[in-house]
T-cell receptor
Framework: AQSVAQPEDQVNVAEGNPLTVKCTYS??????LFWYVQYPNRGLQFLLK??????LVKGSYGFEAEFNKSQTSFHLKKPSALVSDSALYFC????????????FGGGTRLMVKP | DSGVTQTPKHLITATGQRVTLRCSPR?????VYWYQQSLDQGLQFLIQ???????AKGNILERFSAQQFPDLHSELNLSSLELGDSALYFC????????????????FGQGTRLTVV
């Protein structure tokens, strides 16, 4: 079975500082990895995805993520955080061996303080 | 706007009642997923349909059922409701299934907030 872990329930960072939201995964076979963001009372919005190729993936709103196969990680990063980045972030994985099922981590709340 | 439409946005009902949540996927998407998000919890996968057929089932209670219709919209039926069923229910859609579709992201609706009193 595939699974995703987001080890931090909350990440606090000051505006202008770099941020990292951690994600590790477990799958049988090659992973397809996704990051989503959820603002209060809203649905999930797609940020970026890793399929194959370059380990550094760039996405929406200045976010990027680094795929590390040996550490089975896909951490979300941003060089300079904005207060408006404060939201709930979800990492998700899909693999051929698990059909089309999209499995999500527990979510990490990002708080960016002015 | 993701293109996925969920109705109603809010629903308040009493314990023991039955409700139906509706989802219209993005145009062209054949696969529909249902997720439950309880307060301060992550997304729990309930069930997936592809072109009218059930394809995967997660931790869905027997009191819950779903279907996908020929026009591809989907409904999630929740019966004998309990206080603990209060949650945000999300529908998501994606293009399809199969190895060639693994790289496609799913698009989420705004959710239906169910409150059981």
């Amino acid at each position: 079975a595939q699974s995703v872990a987001q080890p931090e329930d909350q990440v606090n960072v000051a505006e202008g500082n770099p941020l990292t939201v951690k994600c590790t995964y477990s799958v049988s076979g090659n992973p397809y990895l996704f990051w989503y963001v959820q603002y209060p009372n809203r649905g999930l919005q797609f940020l970026l995805k890793y399929i194959t190729g370059d380990n550094l993936v760039k996405g929406s709103y200045g976010f990027e993520a680094e795929f590390n196969k040996s550490q089975t990680s896909f951490h979300l990063k941003k060089p300079s955080a904005l207060v408006s980045d404060s939201a709930l972030y979800f990492c998700a994985v899909r693999s051929i061996n698990a059909g089309n099922m999209l499995t999500f981590g527990g979510g990490t709340r990002l708080m960016v303080k002015p | 706007d993701s293109g996925v439409t969920q109705t109603p946005k809010h629903l308040i009902t009493a314990t023991g009642q039955r409700v139906t949540l509706r989802c219209s996927p993005r145009s062209g998407d054949l696969s529909v997923y249902w997720y439950q998000q309880s307060l301060d919890q992550g997304l729990q996968f309930l069930i997936q349909y592809y072109n009218g057929e059930e394809r995967a089932k997660g931790n869905i209670l027997e009191r819950f059922s779903a279907q996908q219709f020929p026009d591809l919209h989907s409904e999630l039926n929740l019966s004998s409701l309990e206080l603990g069923d209060s949650a945000l229910y999300f529908c998501a859609s994606s293009v399809g299934i199969g190895p060639e579709r693994m790289n496609t992201e799913a698009f989420f609706g705004q959710g239906t907030r169910l409150t059981v009193v």
